[in-house]
């Protein structure tokens, strides 16, 4: 089935850096690929997604571009914020198990 | 905004004690997921619905029953609650391509 590998967390960073969060998948064809965040007391949000090969999602200054070269979908922001604090969680369409996600905290 | 509630948020419930979580979707979606969460283990699919009535186990259905008798509420029930069962629950819909929309939870105590 399709599965995915993300960066293990807990990743601390300063306002205004940079961000890349790691995923890569295996699949079964091409599925569509997503970004989901979950911010303290709240369920999963979809943040962005990529339906096919080639395909740059994105949100709120969030990017992943579905890349099949390297079976990969990293998430980037060019310059976080306090307010980007939050867990995020890569999956593949028709996953049901979302794992730990990576914890994201930034600050001031 | 998916248009998902589940009720209750909070709850407090003893050993042995049944109790019902209800998910309510506005949105008409045919799936329907119940997860639970909880520290170094993710997401976990307990059960899911793929219709009126159509249901199966997920990766950690022990314990736990669910019932859809109705296209937009999918119940969730744990018959003899336990203190392994204290955990946040989630109910999901998904959409046309496979994401999931997730309710805001319903945070569960078992004393």
């Known amino acids: 089935g399709n599965s995915v590998t993300q960066m293990e967390g807990p990743v601390t960073l300063s306002e205004e850096a940079f961000l890349t969060i790691n995923c890569t998948y295996t699949?079964?064809?091409?599925?569509?690929l997503f970004w989901y965040v979950q911010y303290p007391g709240e369920g999963l949000q979809l943040l962005l997604k990529?339906?096919?090969?080639?395909d740059k999602g994105s949100n709120k200054g969030f990017e992943a571009t579905y890349r099949k070269e390297t079976t990969s979908f990293h998430l980037e922001k060019g310059s976080v914020q306090v307010s980007d604090s939050a867990v995020y969680f890569c999956a593949p369409g028709n996953q049901f198990y979302f794992g730990t996600g990576t914890s994201l905290t930034v600050i001031p | 905004d998916a248009g998902i509630t589940q009720s209750p948020r909070h709850k407090v419930t003893e050993t042995g004690t049944p109790v019902t979580l209800r998910c309510h979707q506005t949105?008409?979606?045919?799936?329907m997921y119940w997860y639970r969460q909880d520290p170094g283990h993710g997401l976990r699919l307990i059960h899911y619905?793929?219709?009126?009535?159509?249901?199966d186990k997920g990766e950690v259905s022990d314990g736990y029953s669910v019932s859809r008798s109705k296209t937009e509420d999918f119940l969730l029930t744990l018959e003899s609650a336990t203190s392994s069962q204290t955990s946040v629950y989630f109910c999901?819909?998904?959409?046309?391509?496979?994401?999931?929309?997730f309710g805001p939870g319903t945070r569960l105590t078992v004393t």
């Open positions: 990529a339906t096919k090969a080639d």
């Open positions: 999901a819909i998904s959409g046309a391509l496979d994401e999931q929309y």
């Open positions: 949105e008409n979606h045919r799936y």
């Open positions: 699949a079964t064809g091409y599925p569509s």
């Open positions: 619905s793929y219709g009126v009535k159509d249901t």
